[in-house]
């Protein structure tokens, strides 16, 4: 089964800021799952298999 990160988590994982996990959102390259609305933001959470991902390709230069 897999697991659902907040923004939060999924910077941690990614040793990078919440901002830039947004960027890859918006951007179309970190699918997210929304779950509502916040006050400032819409609330949605990552798969950490599609963190890793997205790391393995970084790491090997395919993005």
């Given at each position: 089964?897999d697991t659902y990160l907040t923004v939060k988590e ?22 997210r799952i929304d779950i509502g609305q916040g006050k ?24």
């Amino acid at each position: 089964m897999d697991t659902y990160l907040t923004v939060k988590e999924a910077a941690a994982v990614m040793r990078t800021h919440k901002q830039t996990v947004y960027r890859l959102v918006w951007a179309g390259l970190l699918p997210r799952i929304d779950i509502g609305q916040g006050k400032s933001r819409p609330r949605f959470r990552v798969r950490r298999s599609a963190v890793d991902a997205l790391m393995r390709q970084r790491e090997k230069g395919n993005a």
